[in-house]
Every structure is written in structure tokens, then in C-alpha cells.
């Protein structure tokens, strides 16, 4: 009988043990999420409901991909829509929802009332300065990618794994199925995130280009 309760605890344990392992993964979906984090502790949502038909979005904001949220909301600025989702724990790579799979009520709602949704992502790379711009809308990518690089900042097209271009992405989840996904470097977004003049000249690009985008040369 002791060897049976030693060998059904250590199983347990060992069950246990399991379980939180596979919690350090990335979670697959925000039910998921939710069973296991605690909002306001482990991570923050923000939404901020204005002119509906323009969606700028953080998902992978706080400590996930750092700066992401400040560059959101520079675009965003006092007149387009705003959502973030932050990551607050010091190590939030577990709350990556991957883009298509990002299924936060709140968000899903923000979209699917917008005409444009661009959403904003951090590149791991810190040696160079660029912006990956994808998404289906090919409109207002060219667009965004124009004046981007006006404003002398580099963009190249998206890698495999960034091009946003799966229809279940949020970026393409809003009214017309289809939007823009911008993948930021980790060097130019420390550059942002020390330069306001910096800062705001990029999100002037992006505003200028959904500007454009939405009829008003």
C-alpha cells in the first residue's frame, strides 16, 4: 500500500509539474489565457472607442513587445480608435496570442465595427532600422509604405511569418476583411521610444497615409 501511494503521489507531482510547464507556452487562445491570468495583474486592456471606422491596435503590447503601445497610441492620436493588450508579468512571452489567433472579445467587437484596422508589432531585430508592412489591404499598405519612407524611415516587405495575411488575423478581421499589420524593429522602437519628435513624425506618416487612404487628398 506504501509503495502505491508513493507511486500515485509521485505521478501527481509529476502531473503537476506537467501542467505548469506547459503553461511558459504561448497560449492559443484568450479563454485560455483568461483561465490562467489575472487581468490587472498580469496583463491590461485598454480600449478607447472614438471615431469607429479607424482601428489602431497594440495586441502584443507591455512587455510582450515592448514600445508597441506608445507607438499605437501616437497614431491613434485624440480621434482614431484605440485597443491595447499588455502584458504586465516581467517575463509575458507565454501571453502572446499569436495574430490569428487573437480572439479578445473586446477586440473583435472594436474591429469588426472598423473600415481600417492597422495593427502594430515588434520586429526582434536590434541592429537595423525598418518596418515590415503587411496585411491584405494592399491599398493602404502602399500607401502606409509611402509615406513612411517620405518620412525617411525604411520599409521592406514582410518574411514569412509576418506578412499578415492570414484572413483570421486581427489586422484583417474589421469590416472588410482585410487591414495592415506594421512589424517594427526593436531598434527603430527604442528609438522611438527615446525620441518624441521621432515618435510623432512616425505616427504623422501612418495617420497622413489612412488619411489618404480614406479619401481626403
Excluded at 495574430?99 to 537595423?128: C, M, W, Y
Aim: hydrophobic share 35%; aromatic share 8%; glycine share 6%.
Amino acid at each position: 500500500m506504501g509503495s502505491f501511494r508513493w507511486k500515485a503521489s509521485y505521478f501527481l507531482f509529476n502531473s503537476c509539474c506537467s501542467l505548469k510547464r506547459t503553461r511558459t507556452m504561448p497560449y492559443t487562445s484568450f479563454k485560455e489565457l483568461a483561465d490562467h491570468e489575472t487581468e490587472g495583474q498580469d496583463y491590461r486592456i485598454t480600449i478607447e472607442l472614438r471615431d469607429p471606422r479607424v482601428l489602431i491596435m497594440a495586441p502584443h503590447g507591455g512587455k510582450i513587445e515592448p514600445t508597441t503601445v506608445e507607438i499605437a497610441e501616437a497614431i491613434a492620436g485624440v480621434d482614431y480608435s484605440f485597443y491595447s493588450f499588455e502584458g504586465l508579468k516581467t517575463d509575458s512571452r507565454m501571453l502572446h496570442i499569436e495574430s490569428h489567433l487573437f480572439d479578445e472579445p473586446r477586440a473583435l467587437q472594436a474591429a469588426q465595427k472598423a473600415d481600417v484596422v492597422v495593427t502594430i508589432h515588434g520586429q526582434l531585430n536590434q541592429k537595423e532600422e525598418f518596418v515590415m508592412v503587411g496585411g491584405l489591404n494592399e491599398s493602404l499598405r502602399s500607401e502606409i509604405t509611402a509615406q513612411l519612407e517620405a518620412a525617411s524611415f525604411q520599409t521592406r516587405p514582410p518574411t514569412e511569418g509576418l506578412m499578415g495575411n492570414d484572413p483570421m488575423n486581427i489586422c484583417n478581421r474589421g469590416k472588410f476583411r482585410q487591414g495592415v499589420q506594421l512589424e517594427i524593429s526593436r531598434k527603430i522602437r527604442d528609438v522611438l521610444r527615446r525620441d518624441h519628435q521621432e515618435l510623432q513624425k512616425f505616427a504623422n506618416a501612418v495617420r497622413r497615409a489612412i488619411w489618404l487612404y480614406c479619401g481626403n487628398p
